[in-house]
């Protein structure tokens, strides 16, 4: 079955045409390819500013954050999109959760953290060794404290960001030793 654009007066395949309740015949009067010309140049007139159409083979998608063509499989599954896909590929997703995560996470951008991690030499604040990847911040007051490595930030989660424990522990390892007193059966008091 076809129909008939009233814009380019050509015959078209019923599929060539966007839907339209209020129509007679559900479909628009327009065909796609006209529809979007003519909203291209009013929003033109209207001096908004319009994106060039991309025109991309089948089995692609055009990402708008990276300005590339790129595969269906580079893309999320988005069930209510029209197509079915993200409006951005994963990569950029990626991105943008990154981003997204540090803002409503710790309050600073990634600007702000690379500006940490350059006022920390490059390098993780406790070791001094490692690549800094992780921000820390206080649990209680929510303070960013730093970027360590991975290994400094988890040794901290351990220690459940316990001073004294921490303490301890720097001490054990310098080999001081410390050994709990027995008070009472069962009750052991620790060195201060």
Known sequence: MVKRCSRCKGSKPRAAFAANRAARDGLQAYCRECWAQYHRARQLAKGRNVRPRVETPEGHKFCRSCCEVKPHSEWHRNASASDGLST?????????????????????????????????????????????????????????????????????????????????????????????????????????
């Open 88 to 192: 951005s590929c994963k990569a950029c997703r990626a991105i943008k959760g990154r981003a997204g995560h540090l803002k409503r996470q710790y309050g600073i951008t990634e600007a702000e953290r690379d500006a940490l991690v350059v006022s920390q030499g490059g390098v993780c604040c406790i070791c001094l060794a490692a690549a800094p990847e992780h921000v820390d911040h206080c649990h209680q007051t929510g303070r960013v404290r730093g970027v360590l490595c991975f290994s400094c930030n988890a040794a901290l989660g351990q220690f459940k960001d316990r001073p004294d424990a921490i303490r301890r522990a720097a001490a054990y390892v310098e080999g001081i030793a410390w050994k709990p007193t027995l008070v009472a059966p069962g009750v052991y008091q620790l060195p201060s």
